[in-house]
């Protein structure tokens, strides 16, 4: 789940936890990442991260941290 990258002084309201958990299952689903491996932990950081710089739309937030997931390997 999303909300162990959140800091204890972070404010994140419900609306904006449960756009921040679905966008994240959505990327999870789409990448094919299960939810508890190290790949899926780094896109959390990454959706939170990018959150607290005022990203706060859903496609916008998807459209930002996927394609940092699909850098060429090699």
């Not at 990454?46 to 390997?73: H, M, N, S, W």
Request: one cysteine or more; charged letters at 30%.
């Amino acid at each position: 789940m999303i909300t162990r990258f959140i800091r204890a002084d972070d404010f994140v309201g419900p609306d904006d936890l449960s756009m921040l958990q679905e966008v994240f299952d959505d990327l999870c689903r789409e990448c094919l990442l299960s939810h508890h491996s190290a790949a899926a932990d780094e896109l959390a950081r990454q959706i939170i991260q990018f959150y607290k710089a005022g990203a706060r739309d859903r496609e916008k937030l998807k459209a930002t941290v996927c394609p940092r997931l699909r850098r060429p390997t090699g």
